[in-house]
């Protein structure tokens, strides 16, 4: 298995354009999480999903970030717009809800917002 | 909702000493408890877990313990190599992988040669 994907590995964008961040979970995991990563809040959980469904979304920071799952291979993490605050490394990571409980992390998508 | 504090931020033992990394948590329903290792410019990646109907658990190395009492728990390594030096982040979670889980704000382990 190739592991968790997220593309792209870099962005560098300026203040007020729209970013998309993807990630493709490891094939039969059924739980999606994605996090934020900076020096100065550590490793934040923005929103999780189970089965395609979102079930906490409570750590998105603002209205200016979304996300979907609209299949079992596929997720996506919107900022819109954008801003330098929003700079940090996003990791996805997938999971089983029952048996093995590790979560799987992808390599990142470190954002810059200019 | 669930609360995860870690201790120390920084630590530094020479090569062959112990370390010892604490966390407490807050929510009592926490039952799960891994313990990732993040290196330089690299994914998290579980080293350890421990659930809340065992005490403690090994594995060569590396040991967790867990006071749910309490609500604390603590990785241990012994015998550290400088291969050890990384970022170390527990986390609580209300259940399985696919329940939420909080990080603690990691500690940065440094083994000296």
């Known amino acids: 298995d190739a592991g968790v994907i997220q593309s792209p590995r870099h962005e560098v964008t300026e203040m007020g354009q729209e970013v998309t961040l993807r990630c493709k979970p490891i094939?039969?995991?059924?739980?999606l999480f994605w996090y934020r990563q900076t020096m100065m809040r550590g490793l934040e959980l923005l929103i999780y999903f189970n089965n395609n469904v979102p079930i906490d979304d409570s750590g998105m920071p603002e209205d200016r970030f979304s996300a979907k799952m609209p299949n079992a291979s596929f997720s996506t993490l919107k900022i819109q717009p954008s801003e330098p605050r929003d700079s940090a490394v996003y990791f996805c990571a997938s999971s089983l809800r029952t048996g093995t409980y590790e979560q799987y992390f992808g390599p990142g998508t470190r954002l810059t917002v200019t | 909702g669930e609360n995860v504090e870690q201790h120390p931020s920084t630590l530094s033992v020479q090569e062959g000493d112990s370390a010892v990394i604490k966390c407490t948590y807050s929510?009592?329903?926490?039952?799960?408890f891994p313990w990732y290792k993040q290196e330089l410019g690299k994914r998290p990646q579980l080293i350890i877990d421990i659930r809340s109907n065992v005490g403690e658990k090994k594995d060569q190395r590396i040991a967790v313990t867990l006071n749910k009492t309490a609500k604390h728990f603590s990785l241990h390594i012994t015998e550290t190599q400088p291969e050890d030096s990384a970022v170390y982040f527990c986390?609580?979670?209300?259940?399985?992988?696919?329940?939420?889980?909080?990080f603690g704000a990691g500690t940065r382990l440094f083994v000296k040669a």
């Open positions: 929510d009592s329903a926490s039952n799960y």
């Open positions: 094939s039969g995991h059924n739980s």
């Open positions: 986390a609580a979670s209300t259940g399985a992988g696919g329940f939420k889980t909080i």
